[in-house]
């Protein structure tokens, strides 16, 4: 199976905690939702698994989790997420 096209999602710093940044590209509703979904293993940074909700994400970062990428981006790119 091939991995998603990942959706840019810009973030306003040079870096971001993975749990933030699944808030943000709507992956997760609350930092609440992201600490077991992370601590499970179901999420990917660059294709491998992450299990540390604090891991500073960098532009250029891919997050996978359950079928769906984005990429962290830098700038004023405009969101319209999919899901």
Not at 22 to 46: F, M, R, T, W
Not at 55 to 67: E, I, N, S, W
């Amino acid at each position: 199976m091939d991995a998603p096209e990942p959706l840019d999602v810009p973030i306003r710093d040079d870096s971001i905690r993975l749990g933030q940044f699944l808030k943000l590209a709507n992956l997760v509703e609350s930092g609440a939702e992201a600490k077991p979904v992370i601590a499970d293993g179901a999420v990917q940074v660059n294709g491998e698994v992450e299990t540390r909700r604090g891991r500073q994400l960098v532009p250029g970062d891919v997050v996978t989790m359950a079928g769906q990428a984005a990429r962290v981006a830098t700038g004023d790119v405009e969101v319209d997420v999919p899901w």
